[in-house]
Nanobody
Framework: QVQLVESGGGLVQAGDSLRLSCAASGLSVRTYEMGWFRQAPGKEREFVAAIRWSASITHYADSVKGRFTISRDNAKNTVYLQTNTLKPEDTAVYYC????????????????WGQGTQVTVSS
């Protein structure tokens, strides 16, 4: 059984920060490529950040680069998304995802997905 459980979302004001967590079971975040996506109301799901299964190589969407940081804790088998200087346009359901190694870090063809955690940013 593979399961990804997100947590850490909440209601915040613009400029605040949140630390989102993705607890994985049934797979190792150390050997899988992990990613964060988000989906705002009425919009399609979009890529946010990803981290390689090895070497901690990361990739970010331009909209969050410099504000968000993806990381992993192998001992806890957990992936994190530190979201700083949040903006109202960051409001969305944030999803954790996992996939086996791919030639590149682009695309949304991930094998496993979590249920999501809500992030709401007010002005």
């Amino acid at each position: 059984q593979v399961q990804l459980v997100e947590s850490g979302g909440g209601l915040v004001q613009a400029g605040d920060s949140l630390r989102l967590s993705c607890a994985a079971s049934g797979l190792s975040v150390r050997t899988y490529e992990m990613g964060w996506f988000r989906q705002a109301p009425g919009k399609e799901r979009e890529f946010v950040a990803a981290i390689r299964w090895s070497a901690s190589i990361t990739h970010y969407a331009d909209s969050v680069k410099g504000r968000f940081t993806i990381s992993r804790d192998n001992a806890k088998n957990t992936v994190y998304l530190q979201t700083n200087t949040l903006k109202p346009e960051d409001t969305a359901v944030y999803y954790c995802a996992a996939r086996t190694p791919r030639p590149s870090m682009t695309g949304d063809n991930y094998d496993y997905w979590g249920q999501g955690t809500q992030v709401t940013v007010s002005s």
